[in-house]
Each structure stands twice: as C-alpha cells, then as structure tokens.
C-alpha cells in the first residue's frame, strides 16, 4: 500500500519511503548513460579481467552513479521543490528525509569505492571517488549556483565514466580514452542549454544562474552552435585514431552533421518562438547522438574483443 508523506514529515525526521522512491534517488536515467559509456571504456580498453571482477567493477561504477544522484538531490531539495520538472523527486515530496537521503549517498559512495578498488584497482577507485566528490561538491555544491559555466564545467563528472571502465582493466588512462570523456564533455553544455531555453522560468524561479538567464537567449543560442561546430568532429575522432571502424567513422559523422543542423536551427530560432520547438528537438537529438555513438562503440568493441579471443 502506497503511503503518502509531506515535506513536514520530512523535517521531522520522519520516513515512510518505500523502494521506488530510494531507486529515484539514484537518477536512474543519468545511471544507465554512465554505465553505457563505462562499459564502452571498459570493452575498447587494451587488456582483459576475469568475468565475475569485471561485473563487479561496472556494478560498482552504477552505484557510484547513483550515490551521486542522492547526494545531489540531499543539497537540492531547496530548489528542486520550486521547480516543476524536479518537484516530484522524493525529497522535495516528503518520502524521504533529508538526512536519509544523505546517509543513503554517503554509504553507496564509500561502498562503491571500495568495490571498485577491490574488484579491479585503486587507482580506478580513487578515480571514481573523486568523481563522486567532483559531482556532490565540485559541481552541486559550489558550481551550479554560482556561475552560468556551471554545466561546462560541471559536466566533466559526467564525462568520467569512460575514462574510469578504461582505469579498471589498464590501471591508468590513455589519449584513447580522454577522446571518450571529451565528447560527452562537449556534448553536455549544448544538451543543457537546450533544456534551459525551455525552462528558464523553472531555472529562474530557483535563481540557478544558467546561460539563458543570465546572458540571455541570443547568447546561450550563439553557444549551443560554437559547441555543436567542435563537437561533429569530435565525434569523428575514435575512427580517425584508428579504434574504430570505416561504419563507425561514418555514422559518427551524419550524426554529427545531424546535431551542427539543429544547433544551426536553435541558433537562427526567434526569441518570439515560445514554443522553443528547435530547442526541444535539439535536446531530443542529442541523447540519440550519444547512445549511438557509444552503442556503436560497445559493439566494435566486443565485435572486436571476441574476434580477437578466437584468434
């Protein structure tokens, strides 16, 4: 039977929560991109892990995806209330306490720390813990309320993941992989800026300082297609460093000529258009763009993994 709290309850140091409600604590949605892009550096990585540690250690990169969700919904519950589209996260709502939700991220992180270090090595658990530090604190805490940069560089937390599967079976990193982190870091400023065009009044009224409300429309738009130049061909890059293949190398680049159209469509879009219909299908476009390129990525390299094994 689903129980319903209140903020109030909240305060008062007082749970009902039920399983689903600590599941979306973990952002699940942010959670499978970053196992998505971690395996992707896991698999291209030179070298292989026995299958059991292998598991483990993208199990413990998932939760410590998740610990940094709960972390980051804890400190945000005072403005995810004042916005619709985050409203109905658990915090704001009531099933989960504040302190519960901060035990909760505080344990999964140290858990999936040690897991990962045990699993592969500690260099990769280091790794991820200050992932984990970057996101809470770096990012949440210091970055996202202070500065209209704060998804330029708060967006390298989210471009570690393939760096970190890299770390787990090399014990280091490599050119190869800080390609992987600098898509996704290219790819994060136009994918949120795009949201924000959106939803300027939700970032207004919890006085986020993000691009369009600080600098306006014209200058987040202007932004979105100087990213959107750098990042078609950088995307390209995995095949032009020879670790990827002729398909890949051409499905990269129409997925980037892709994205350079609708970021020249968000740019030539009037600041009448209240609809922001270029910008939502940007952002749209834009998790297609990413799960292709590293689903395209995975599949060379397991294709490539196996091939080798049976040779």
């Known amino acids: 039977m689903s129980v319903t709290t209140s903020p109030a309850m909240a305060r ?13 604590l ?20 030179p070298g ?17 995806a998740g610990a940094s969700g709960a972390l980051n919904m804890w ?8 916005m619709a589209r985050t409203a109905k996260r658990p915090v704001p709502l009531g099933k989960i306490t504040p302190g519960g939700a901060l035990a909760f991220g505080l344990s999964l992180s140290v858990l999936s720390v040690i897991l990962l270090g045990l699993a592969s090595n500690w260099f990769a658990g280091a790794f991820l813990a200050f992932t984990i530090f970057f996101y809470a604190v770096i990012y949440t805490m210091g970055l996202k309320r202070s500065t209209a940069q704060n998804i330029v560089i708060g967006g390298a937390a989210g471009s570690f993941p ?9 014990g280091g990193v490599s050119f190869e992989s800080f390609v992987l982190f600098l898509i996704i870091f290219l790819w994060t400023p136009p994918h949120f800026w795009a949201l924000s065009l959106f939803k300027m009044k939700d970032y207004g009224a919890a006085g986020i300082p993000m691009l369009p409300n600080v600098a306006g429309t014209a200058s987040t738009r202007r932004h979105i297609f100087a990213y959107s130049l750098v990042l078609a061909p950088v995307g390209v890059l995995p095949f032009v460093l020879g670790y990827a293949s002729p398909v890949y190398g051409i499905a990269s680049a129409l997925l980037g000529a892709v994205f350079l159209w609708h970021g020249f ?23 297609l763009y990413l799960f292709a390129l590293f689903v395209l990525l995975l599949g060379e390299g397991v294709v490539g993994k196996l091939a080798f094994g049976a040779a």
């Open 48 to 64: 292989s892990m026995n299958p059991f540690l292998a598991i483990i250690s993208i199990l413990a990169i998932a939760v410590g």
């Open 26 to 45: 973990l952002k699940p949605r942010v959670m499978s991109l970053v196992v998505l892009t971690a395996v992707t550096g896991f698999v291209l990585a």
């Open 162 to 170: 393939p760096m970190i599967g890299w770390a787990a079976v090399t």
């Open 75 to 82: 400190y945000d519950a005072d403005i995810d209330v004042l």
């Open 12 to 24: 008062a140091g007082i749970s009902l929560a039920e399983p689903g409600d600590y599941l979306s």
């Open 265 to 287: 469509r968000v740019l030539r879009m009037s600041d009448e258009d209240a609809a922001m219909v270029p910008a939502k299908k940007l952002f749209a476009f834009s998790i």
